[in-house]
């Protein structure tokens, strides 16, 4: 089923890498089918050379998302730009409620998390946890004491409670150039360059810690097709 898709913060660091790989990966997707959500006129003009749609879109504006979500009859949407607040997030499901009831089909809510809603140091049950486990279950026990958890477990109720499916994909740290049009570096790789040259130090990790997850884009981007 041919199926438009909508990536919000299609722009930044892993939004444009998703509609990277989208173009070059993935065929069977032609460019009509895919629409970029940016927040300015600049981002608008990189992102529109691959002949792709794009929006310069107020996610906060409830009534101008759900105008294009049917204008464009998106069934499909990639939330990158935000991870931690579901006012941005919710709105965006609404939109999908309101078009899976016009045009009567499937619509999907495909949220990007983070994996430091499962490190110890924000409150995450120290206990070891499989992919069998109940882990929706334990992130709803702890989900207040983490804004990341906290806007997880209302993406996942909210689009549950209006018909919409919800998958939450939830990066390590990701690293490396991204592949999109407009922002190709990662926030943390030169936030930890400035630090360390400021401090005219660099810092490692405690002891403890035996390894830090790493992916880069692409195989990021790659996992959001997985769906």
Known sequence: MSRNILVTGAAGYIGGSIVADLLSKHPEIT???IVAAVRT??????????????????????QAVINEISSHKISVMVHAANSISPGLALPLINALAKQKEVAGKPTYFIHTSGLSAFYANSGWSCRVNKDTDAVFETEKEFADS?????????VIEHAQAQGVTPFVVVPSIVYGRGTGAWNQLSVMRPGLTRASLKLG???????????????????????????
């Open 201 to 227: 130090k660099v810092y490692k990790f405690d002891e403890n810690i035996l390894f830090i997850s790493a992916t880069r884009p692409p195989c990021t981007a790659e996992s959001y097709m997985l769906f």
């Open 31 to 33: 460019k009509d089918q």
């Open 41 to 62: 006129d600049e981002q608008a003009k990189a992102l529109s050379t691959p002949g792709i749609n794009v929006l310069k879109l107020d996610l906060s504006d409830e």
């Open 146 to 154: 983490y804004p990341v958890r906290k806007t997880d477990v209302m």
